[in-house]
């Protein structure tokens, strides 16, 4: 009798602590809610030329001695003379401009809603000849969230914008469907490509409340409105069905990779393995091995490059639902 209680009560503590942390959650995302339609955010551009070029003296000035830090500054002004000279001119109105974003996702993908203001806002700007590099880290997560922030990067395709994704970490499974999009996909040796697979998971209580003589009542409106259940008795039909729309979720992705990148062998590498980034050059599913910090700094040379990033003004409850994600995306890991 003893042992019983002591379980019932663990169970029943967990159960209250993950009620009370949802309905904290949800608390906090209405009353954030109901303020979001009156703020804005805020899109915040950085030129990282200038940031080079910042760094580059802050060098020479530890390094050169007095005469060559003269030298240096007489020969910077002498080049900015002749920038803003041909600026004035129009000499050099065909100067590429790189537009540069960043998406780190989570497993809701949640970071779609700033991503999707800032395309909206380089897309005004934008023409013909520019390029926009998404520095992109995710290991993937929730379909629809993916699907959305994939969706965004192809709307820059289809401004005949030239797209490059560059993935110095991991993009694998949702994080691939959205790399996928890109005119070209760079990546770091080591970084994380791949897990072209679909994978969902879950617990089952019906025999701990079973044991415990505890009842659970389910009831649906349609034959697979529920397939699986947390607490009611799964039953072989429902895990067929459930299969089935795995499957079918995995048929989607391998026909929107194929669509996008028609060289991968597609039927080889949708088993949900990852590779690293050599390897992933081997199979087709990058385009280049190299660092957005090198291609970045490079194309430098001769295009003016702009780090543009939309920030929405977050309230205290919305803060908390970020940490609360975080931590849920720790213990949950990733679900496709």
């Not at 390094?63 to 500054?73: D, G, P, Q, V």
């Not at 991503?115 to 998404?134: C, M, N, Y």
């Not at 044991?211 to 009611?232: N, V």
């Amino acid at each position: 009798m003893n042992e019983f209680l002591t379980d019932y009560g663990l169970f029943l503590a967990k159960t209250v602590t993950v009620v009370l942390a949802f309905a904290v959650m949800v608390g906090l995302a209405m009353a954030g809610g109901k303020n979001r339609g009156q703020r804005r955010g805020e899109l915040r551009v950085d030129s990282l030329n200038a940031q080079y070029r910042e760094r580059a003296d802050a060098l020479k000035d530890a390094m050169f001695s007095k005469k060559e830090r003269k030298t240096a500054l007489k020969a910077q002004k002498a080049e900015e003379k002749k920038r803003r000279k041909q600026e004035k001119l129009g000499l050099d109105d065909d100067r590429q401009r790189v537009f540069v974003l960043d998406f780190h996702g989570d497993i809701r993908a949640s970071q779609v809603a700033e991503l999707r203001e800032t395309i909206t806002s380089v897309l005004q700007v934008s023409e013909p000849g520019d390029e926009i590099v998404v520095r992109l880290e995710s290991p993937g997560g929730q379909v629809h969230g993916y699907g959305l922030a994939a969706s965004q990067l192809a709307r820059i395709r289809e401004h005949n914008i030239n797209l490059t994704v560059a993935v110095d970490k991991v993009a694998a499974s949702g994080g691939y469907m959205m790399a996928c999009v890109a005119d070209r996909i760079l990546a770091a040796p080591f970084a994380i490509l791949g897990s072209i697979g679909v994978v969902a998971q879950i617990p089952n209580f019906h025999r701990l409340l079973q044991r415990h003589d505890i009842d659970f009542e389910q009831h649906t409106a349609g034959p697979y409105k529920r397939t699986l259940s947390l607490f009611a008795e799964n039953t072989e039909e429902g895990r067929k069905k459930f299969q089935e729309e795995l499957e079918d979720t995995h048929e989607l992705f391998k026909s929107f990779v194929k669509e996008h990148r028609p060289r991968v062998n597609i039927d080889e590498l949708a088993t949900g393995e990852h590779w690293y980034g050599t390897r992933a050059l081997d199979h087709k599913l990058v385009d280049e091995i190299r660092t957005s910090d090198d291609y970045l700094m490079t194309r430098a040379q001769g295009a003016d490059i702009y780090a543009v990033r939309y920030e929405e003004k977050k309230n205290l409850g919305e803060k908390l639902n970020v940490v609360f994600t975080r931590v849920a995306d720790r213990w949950l890991g990733v679900a496709s």
